[in-house]
T-cell receptor, first 113, second 112 residues
């Protein structure tokens, strides 16, 4: 089954404790992206990647890092999480161009205390 | 930065009626627009898209209209069904790079 998977689905952590949210897709997609979703603000793009070893900042990259060492994986790293990073995070992927349909993962709900 | 907004945060319709969800965007150079549906507890799901060289596109029970003059996008759902109850987001691809900007969403409730 073609899908985007994220882990963990739920995470509660404390300020300053480094964490990684994994994202993996099995569709051989080149474009991958991370979004955060907050009430009243919709989805905002954090980082995106056009291909392996190519990453770019989205609208709200501060406090986040990403890497794209393999085509299928696009982990989101929070080196020193803060409470304002409490949010619902979605990973997405699409085919060869960014105008192909984006498939979203199920989301990761992160709470930073 | 980009600004994509929706005209109404909530919309209630009777089952069988047509629904219209509106969206305004700010960047006249944006060249690609998408509508997504998000059900509770799930990620957004692609519904339909349209490029800036078109003003209308139809799918199964859905139609997207693009008015570039007033920078307005709408999603029409025909014969709305209870399964259409969800939050609907419009999104645009900016003209610089491959970044996407989403609206804040409209919550559609279908009344049986």
């Amino acid at each position: 089954e073609a899908q985007v998977t994220q882990n963990p689905r739920y995470l509660i952590t404390v300020t300053g404790k480094k964490l990684t949210v994994t994202c993996s897709q099995n569709m051989n997609h080149e474009y991958m992206s991370w979004y955060r979703q907050d009430p009243g603000l919709g989805l905002r793009q954090i980082y995106y990647s056009m291909n392996v070893e190519v990453t770019d900042k989205g609208d709200v990259p501060e406090g986040y890092k990403v890497s794209r060492k393999e085509k299928r994986n696009f982990p989101l790293i929070l080196e020193s999480p803060s409470p304002n990073q409490t949010s619902l995070y979605f990973c997405a992927s699409s085919g060869d161009s960014s105008t192909d349909t984006q498939y979203f993962g199920p989301g990761t709900r992160l709470t930073v205390l | 930065g980009e600004s994509v907004g929706l005209h109404l945060p909530t919309l209630s319709v009777q089952e069988g009626d047509n629904s219209i969800i509106n969206c305004a965007y700010s960047n006249s150079a944006s060249d690609y627009f998408i509508w997504y549906k998000q059900e509770s507890g799930k990620g957004p799901q692609f519904i339909i898209d349209i490029r800036s060289n078109m003003d209308k596109r139809q799918g199964q029970r859905v139609t997207v209209l693009l008015n570039k003059t007033v920078k307005h996008l709408s999603l029409q759902i025909a014969a709305t069904q209870p399964g259409d109850s969800a939050v609907y987001f419009c999104a645009e691809k900016g003209d610089t790079g491959n970044q996407f900007y989403f609206g804040t969403g409209t919550s559609l409730t279908v009344i049986p």
